[in-house]
Antibody
Framework: EVQLVESGGGLVKPGGSLRLSCVASGFSFTNAWMSWVRQAPGKGLEWVGRLKSKTAGGTTDYAAPVKGRFTISRDDSKNTLYLEMNALKTEDTAVYYC?????????????WGQGTLVTVSS | DIVMTQSPDSLAVSLGERATINCKSSQSVLYSSNNQNYLAWYQQKSGQPPKLLISWASTRESGVPDRFSGSGSATDFTLTISSLQAEDVAVYYCQQYYTLPLTFGGGTKVEIK
């Protein structure tokens, strides 16, 4: 059974930093391309960014609103994905989900974690 | 960026009746080299994460009931629930994975009339 478990959310002041984690199990994490998607309270889904597998180059892509402030990384030995968030703004308040992609099957988001809530407020 | 526009924003359907959700992309998501539409549908029930229902515009994921079907091509797509059940109450999102950034429609809330 595929499981993705996010953690690390919480309350942070504007300008602050936070690191989210996503622990994966039940699939080949090493070969997976991993994404972060967020959902502001009562709003729709917004893709944050993606990290390819190391065999695919290990490169990252980000949405414009977070580029330069957020960094996605992975530790394949721990089956863990990270999202480092700096210079946080109130508009970054959202539930953050991690999701996996299996490129041979396409680039859709196959499985999602339960999410972790990040609140940016003074 | 490809803009995904869903309609309606919400709809109320009687149990056992058909629900139809539309999704339009601002440019084609049909990849000509493999003739595949890079379009997915997700279901999000209250308090839960999204769940992938349909990939490639019309391919149901394993375990998804066959009352859910997807159709369309290029820029116009439809998700149909042929006979609405109580457990189908949710918000449904379309998403293109043709190019980055991945983009979602605004969502359609389906309720019971």
């Amino acid at each position: 059974e595929v499981q993705l478990v996010e953690s690390g959310g919480g309350l942070v002041k504007p300008g602050g930093s936070l690191r989210l984690s996503c622990v994966a199990s039940g699939f080949s994490f090493t070969n997976a391309w991993m994404s972060w998607v967020r959902q502001a309270p009562g709003k729709g889904l917004e893709w944050v960014g993606r990290l390819k597998s190391k065999t695919a180059g290990g490169t990252t892509d980000y949405a414009a609103p977070v580029k330069g402030r957020f960094t996605i990384s992975r530790d394949d030995s721990k089956n863990t994905l990270y999202l480092e968030m700096n210079a946080l703004k109130t508009e970054d308040t959202a539930v953050y989900y991690c999701a996996n992609t299996d490129p041979p099957r396409g680039y859709q988001l196959l499985n999602w974690g339960q999410g972790t809530l990040v609140t940016v407020s003074s | 960026d490809i803009v995904m526009t869903q309609s309606p924003d919400s709809l109320a359907v009687s149990l056992g009746e058909r629900a139809t959700i539309n999704c339009k992309s601002s440019q084609s998501v049909l990849y000509s080299s493999n003739n595949q539409n890079y379009l997915a549908w997700y279901q999000q029930k209250s308090g839960q994460p999204p769940k992938l229902l349909i990939s490639w515009a019309s391919t149901r994921e394993s375990g998804v009931p066959d009352r859910f079907s997807g159709s369309g091509s290029a820029t116009d797509f439809t998700l149909t629930i042929s006979s609405l059940q109580a457990e189908d109450v949710a918000v449904y999102y379309c998403q293109q994975y043709y190019t980055l950034p991945l983009t979602f429609g605004g969502g359609t809330k389906v309720e019971i009339k």
